[in-house]
């Protein structure tokens, strides 16, 4: 399957403003990280891989697999497991080059959230998983769920198509974040209706030798 580098806006000159949330420390949101035409492109590359069904959600994974029963990262010839496609490297650069992460990603994991379909509140493995962990949407919007389980403070963050997440900080290390089993959200005029969602995440393994 040939790859659509050079279609996709993760090595251009896009200027794009990350904003830190005032309520969760080290959270960090930019709108538009990526323009509606590079959405169709990104999902339509994505699509064109197999999905894993070892979840009630589809997923992809690149650069490393994580193994969710075990919660650990699979130590299984990595022969199993695609390299990065052009499009990760691409994005996986753009991160370090604006700053928003310090070392290249080398794990990917892709989900595929249908309406009605949510997580549950988590922080990503600690041992597993460097400071800094990044989020991109496609397709539908939705709210993500952030809460602090020291003192309960809570935060509904809208995560729009196209817009990067990034957590860092108490974000990425205190703060839980979840997405809820449901069909629609709550809206500033009432219910919004939840379609298909991709989310992307980059994140960096912590390797014994380092």
């Known amino acids: 399957m040939s790859e659509t ?3 996709l806006p993760f090595g251009s000159d896009l200027t794009s403003l990350s904003e830190p949330s005032a309520s ?3 959270l960090h949101y930019t709108a538009d990280w990526i323009s509606p035409e590079a959405q169709d492109t990104l999902l339509s590359s994505i699509d064109n891989q197999p999905w894993s069904t070892q979840l009630k959600r589809r997923v992809q994974h690149y650069g490393h697999r994580y193994d969710y029963g075990r919660r650990s990262v699979a130590t299984t010839s990595q022969t199993a497991v695609p390299p990065f496609p052009t499009w990760a490297r691409q994005a996986a650069t753009r991160l370090v080059s604006e700053g928003l992460m310090d070392q290249e990603a080398d794990q990917v994991i892709i989900n595929e ?3 009605g379909q949510g997580i549950s509140a988590h922080v990503d493995s600690l041992p597993h998983f460097g400071p800094v ?3 991109l949407s496609l397709g539908s919007s939705c709210l993500m769920d952030f809460t602090n389980p020291e003192d309960g403070s809570k935060l509904a963050v809208p995560l729009t198509p196209g817009s990067l997440l990034v957590m860092t900080g108490p974000a990425r290390f205190t703060w839980r974040h979840a997405i809820a089993a449901r069909k629609s959200d709550p809206g500033p005029t009432g219910r919004v209706p939840r379609g298909r969602r991709v989310s992307i995440t980059f994140r960096t393994l912590i390797h014994p030798s380092r």
């Open 133 to 135: 962990v990044a989020a």
């Open 5 to 7: 580098s050079g279609q």
């Open 24 to 26: 969760v420390p080290g």
């Open 113 to 115: 959230y249908q309406p």
